[in-house]
C-alpha cells in the first residue's frame, strides 16, 4: 500500500540521517545552546536582509510552535483572527482556546484571509465586554493548498499596521509555498513583512522540528521562558540544529519541496486529463479531488489517503506528496483510478 495521506510518513532525507549519524556520538550542550543551532541560525538569517535582526528559535512541530507563540504573544484578553480551515481553528483540538486566547474565525476564500475580513473583525469588537483583536494568523501554503501572493501578503500586513495587529505566519509548508508555481514570495520577503513565522521542517523532509523566526524586537523578550513553560524546549535541543543546519546546506529545503511540488503536479495534470472534478484549487504538494464513495473504496485497498469532506454518495479526498514521492506511485495510482473509472 502506498500512503498520500501526508508528507511526513518517511522517517527523513538522507542528508538529514546522515548528519545525525555523523555526530551521534558527539557531545554537545543542551537546549538548543550548542554550536549545531547556533550554525543552523547563521544559515536562516542568510536568507533574510541583513538590516533586519532576527531571533530564530527552534521548536519540535507544528502545534507547539503556534500554542506557544500565542500564549507569549497575546494578553488574557487578546485573540487571534483566523480562517475558518485556520490549523489552529480545525486541527490542534483548541490548543488555542486552552491557553485562554479566541480564535475569532472569518470566511475562508481557498484557505486564505481577505484584509477587508480582518478589518470588520476589528470593528466589530469595540468595547470591554469583547475580547481585542490582536493577531492574525494565516498559513503559507494554506490548508487547502493554495499560496499568498507578494501582493496579497503586503495588503494584509498593510491592514495589520493600521489597526497595530501582530501578524504570524504559519510555514508549516512554507517550503512548497515559496517552491510553488506562482509563487513571488523569499522567506526575506516574508521577514518584511510580518512580525514572526516559522519555517517547516517535519513536512519538508526532517525528522522533526520547525525554525520559528520572530522579527518583531517587542516580542523577543523571555521568549525561551514561553518555551520552557509550555513543555516545548527540547533538551537535546542539538538534534534539531543539526537537522536544520543540513536543510540549509546546499538548498536542501528549497530541493526537497521543489521536488514534492513537481511530483503533485504531474499527478494533478494527469487527474484534469481523466476529467476529475476538483474540490479545491492547488498549486503545492496537497491535491483535493473529488469521487464517488464506491471509487474511493476501491483506491483504498492499495492506497492511504484522507478523506477530506465526507458526503454520501460523494467525498474529497486530498492526495498529498512529498520530498519522497517516486513518480512511479503516482502514474501507478493514476492508472489504477482510470481502470476503476473506466469500468
Not at 99 to 124: C, Q, R, Y
Request: net charge negative; glycine share 6%; aromatic share 8%.
Amino acid at each position: 500500500m502506498y500512503s498520500f495521506r501526508n508528507d511526513y510518513s518517511e522517517i527523513a532525507h538522507k542528508n538529514i540521517l546522515d548528519a545525525l549519524s555523523k555526530y551521534a556520538s558527539e557531545q554537545n550542550v543542551g537546549y538548543g545552546l550548542d554550536s549545531h543551532s547556533s550554525n543552523a541560525r547563521k544559515l536562516i538569517r542568510k536568507q533574510i536582509d541583513r538590516d533586519i535582526d532576527v531571533d530564530v528559535r527552534f521548536l519540535i512541530g507544528g502545534t507547539s510552535c503556534n500554542k506557544i507563540v500565542i500564549s507569549h504573544v497575546l494578553r488574557p484578553f487578546e485573540a487571534v483572527i483566523a480562517a475558518t480551515t485556520g490549523h489552529i481553528n480545525v486541527h490542534e483540538a483548541g490548543a488555542i482556546e486552552a491557553s485562554g486566547h479566541k480564535v475569532i474565525t472569518v470566511p475562508s476564500h481557498n484557505g486564505k484571509l481577505l484584509p477587508a475580513d480582518i478589518t470588520k473583525v476589528v470593528h466589530e469588537h469595540v468595547d470591554e465586554h469583547m475580547v481585542v483583536p490582536k493577531m492574525v494568523y494565516i498559513s503559507n501554503a494554506t490548508e487547502t493548498g493554495s499560496i499568498y501572493t507578494k501582493a496579497e501578503l503586503t495588503a494584509i500586513s498593510k491592514v495589520c499596521h493600521v489597526h497595530n495587529l501582530i501578524l504570524y505566519v504559519d510555514g508549516a509548508r512554507l517550503g512548497a509555498a515559496l517552491t510553488a508555481i506562482g509563487n513571488d514570495l523569499t522567506i526575506n520577503d516574508i521577514a518584511q513583512l510580518t512580525d514572526l513565522f516559522y519555517i517547516g521542517g517535519t513536512k519538508n523532509g526532517t525528522l522533526f522540528g520547525e525554525a520559528l523566526v520572530i522579527v518583531n524586537d517587542d516580542l523577543k523578550n523571555n521568549f525561551r521562558h514561553s518555551i520552557k513553560q509550555n513543555g516545548g524546549m527540547l533538551a537535546k535541543g542539538f538534534i534539531t540544529g543539526i537537522q536544520f543546519e543540513a536543510l540549509f546546506t546546499d538548498d536542501l529545503f528549497f530541493k526537497l519541496a521543489k521536488h514534492a511540488n513537481e511530483v503533485a503536479n504531474i499527478l494533478k495534470n494527469k487527474l484534469t486529463d481523466l476529467n476529475v472534478e476538483f474540490f479545491a484549487s492547488s498549486s503545492t504538494n496537497q491535491q483535493f479531488i473529488n469521487l464517488d464513495n464506491n471509487i474511493i473504496t476501491r483506491l483504498l485497498e492499495k492506497y492511504d489517503f484522507e478523506i477530506w469532506n465526507k458526503g454520501n454518495t460523494s467525498s474529497a479526498i486530498r492526495l498529498v506528496t512529498s520530498w519522497a514521492t517516486p513518480i512511479e506511485a503516482v502514474d501507478e495510482f493514476i492508472n489504477d483510478l482510470k481502470a476503476i473509472l473506466n469500468k
